[in-house]
């Protein structure tokens, strides 16, 4: 199963370089100096067993920060892996039961479910929660990764998600799950109570790849234009050349493994702009590689249209988990873009339109997307000026009666919530704004925190916008199975 991004966690922000480390079978080898005047990885203390001192605290912090195998590293101490993994699982443990603690706070919770793959043939699911809590913050706690030994089917997905709800006793009080696992609604059967809703950035992905399908020769030879750069320091250095007689700003040249849009996008505006030197240097060399202008101009159309793609990411949100609330007006804003550079003749532009029409066109006629973008009050004009407003009314007033918080001023559900639509001129955050509503709101609140909570992806939108792969993943790959579940938990949550 192809998957539009990795899945890239938290490294020290400190630890910016593997200078220093020795290799051992392509795996990074640490050793930790115990001495007191050693500088810590982190400043995070670690509870460790007593009578070990500093050692193992550093060592902790370089495991669970830098996603490092236990096998790979060596300590100058009389330690060994198994008292190093019981520090890890003693660690775990007590992350688990703080976690848990905000967890059975929540009323309602929202889960995502993420698939990814270290290789072709081994997959894993991480799966998180979501929830606002009553400082009106929201959020996320990793809760379990689990290895898919045999099969990584929708059916072995919804398998996992019931085990974990199980076992952190969520699963009633969850109703929405996020997912980048295809086919998932059809394997539901198990937990119809539960709403399944496809990833924003995997479907967008997934837009891109169906639409970019017909023009795959012509982006193969743009990579093959990049690699004879990459791969020939004269070439470069002639490249360079060029650039300057001709007053070119002097930007690498970018490369774009697969069909990932957003590298694509760099590797086709970095070339289309170096163009003239690019066309010099292959006709210096006699290299076989020019683009025609036919060729050109589809690129140029590409560009134009992955420009609209990035700003549209780029309005979802750019640190952290984001509500789903926002959504709406991004595809409607997307959708019109498109639009107008498909009435320009742009073929690439008319075909994404018709691509995202079928995928995503039709969310605003579902029910639980519209009242969770009109209870976000920088965005419920979207919602509100459509004639069918009322069908979103009623579920909101049915939601404030099955409400279990409790408003001590009396006025009707009707009349707060019309008082709600009335609201202009709102600043601050959506979050803000839901916390310092009065005590007549409570109800209509207590909505909102529910429905907000629901992310619109299944990674944090910074890895969303993330170009390159990081050394992080490969790290993370090499993490030994039976450490993994807690190595990946304690780097999320800490």
Known sequence: MQLPYPRVYKPERNHTSDRGRKFLHGRPFLRVQTNQQAQPHI???????????????????????????????NIEAPLSQSSIRCELQSFYRTKRVEVQRSVNKAHNLVLSAELWSSNKNTFYL???????NENWELKSYVLDTAHLI???????????????????????????VVTNVDGIKRAQNNIRKWT?????????DKVVRETLSDWELLLRKCQQIVAFFHQSDEASQHLQKHRISLKLQSRELTQSSGLKWLPTFYMLKTILEQWPAIFEVFVDKRVDLCLNENERKIVDQIVKVLDVLKEA???????????????????????ERLRNLGMMENRIAQKLSEKCDY??????QILWFRVCTALDPQYKTSVLRDSSI??????????????????HKSRSDESVLLNYWEMKDISGSTLEFWRNLPEEFRKLSSVAR???????????MENVHQMKESQIINRRNCLEPENLNMILFLNSNL
């Open 43 to 73: 400043q995070q203390e670690f509870p460790t067993n007593k009578g070990l001192g500093s050692g193992i605290k550093k060592l902790l912090n370089i495991i669970i920060k830098d996603l490092q195998p236990l096998s790979s590293v």
């Open 126 to 132: 991480t799966v998180a929660g979501h929830l606002i």
């Open 150 to 176: 045999h099969k990584s089917t929708a059916e072995s997905v919804v398998e996992q998600l019931l085990r974990i709800s199980k076992e952190w006793n969520i699963t009633e009080k969850t109703q929405f």
């Open 196 to 204: 399944f809703i496809p990833c924003f950035a995997f479907t967008l």
């Open 313 to 335: 990411t780029l309005k979802v949100g750019r640190q952290g988990f984001i509500s789903i609330s926002n959504i709406i007006p991004v595809v409607q804003m997307l959708q």
């Open 359 to 364: 995928h995503i066109g039709k969310i605003n």
């Open 390 to 407: 009322e069908d979103v009314k009623a579920e909101i007033k049915r939601q404030m009666r099955e409400s279990k918080s409790v408003c």
């Open 450 to 460: 529910k429905n907000l909570s629901v992310v619109s992806t299944v990674i944090p």
